[in-house]
């Protein structure tokens, strides 16, 4: 993605995955950062049975004045995919110059599981034949290795991390602040998911 200027522009930012994958905490955060920069922030979310693995999404829009919390259609700066299906299915909010980060780990929703949807073959590479600029990798194999599973959205908001019109390190602030107050224990731990991610990005095919 081509950076624009959130000084003068509003960036728009989709998160999507399923319930239990830390999406609404990856836009928490995302916001919370905008927010201590000094732009306007608005966000949204859609939470479809949650806690039964439904579909999650989460708008984050930011800049100089924001007058909507929800994304117009097309208008996408970032696709943050937690799930690839999901990715794929949400994609179509990307505008032309947007980019889209995905974690290729599979999380299967019920839906599928009951026979009511087919799960893609190959989701990213629908992505990729559709035109658009496609970051994947394995974040689920990130979090595994540093031994948290639950690290899936630091993971990812280190990967979105230099596509942002903010330095990073400004987003890297305010999660290991959060976990330095709340789990100190994982501060540390997190700052590694938060850097893994950000190399596994910079690794990927764009």
């Known amino acids: 993605m081509a950076k624009r200027k ?16 830390g999406v609404m905490t990856a836009s928490e955060v995302l916001a919370q ?12 979310e859609v ?14 829009r930011f800049g100089p004045k924001v007058l909507s919390p929800a994304i117009p259609a097309g208008e996408a700066d970032l696709l943050v995919g937690f799930e690839p299906a ?15 980060m995905v974690n290729v780990t599979r999380q299967v929703p019920p839906v599928v599981n009951l026979g ?13 034949e559709a035109g658009i600029a496609v970051y994947d990798f394995d ?3 990130i979090a595994r290795d540093l031994g948290e599973t639950r690290m899936v959205n630091t993971v990812m908001l280190g990967a979105i991390a230099d596509h ?22 994982l501060a540390d ?14 690794k990927a095919k764009g």
């Not at 942002?164 to 100190?184: M, N, Q, Y």
């Open 164 to 185: 942002l019109p903010f330095p990073a390190g400004a987003l890297k602030d305010i999660i290991v602040e959060r976990f330095r107050e709340r789990k100190p224990a």
């Open 6 to 21: 959130a000084t003068e522009t509003v960036t728009n930012i989709l998160v999507c995955g399923i319930g239990g994958q």
């Open 47 to 60: 939470a479809g049975m949650a806690q039964r693995g439904g579909v999650v999404t989460s708008h984050v």
């Open 116 to 128: 009511l949807f087919d799960y893609p073959a190959a989701p990213v590479a629908e992505m990729r």
């Open 139 to 141: 974040a689920g194999a």
């Open 33 to 44: 950062a905008a927010l201590r920069l000094g732009y306007d922030v608005k966000k949204t």
């Open 189 to 202: 731990l997190n700052e590694r998911a938060f850097e893994a991610g950000r190399q596994a990005a910079a």
């Open 86 to 100: 999901e990715a794929l299915r949400w994609c179509g909010q990307l505008r032309p110059t947007g980019i889209a």
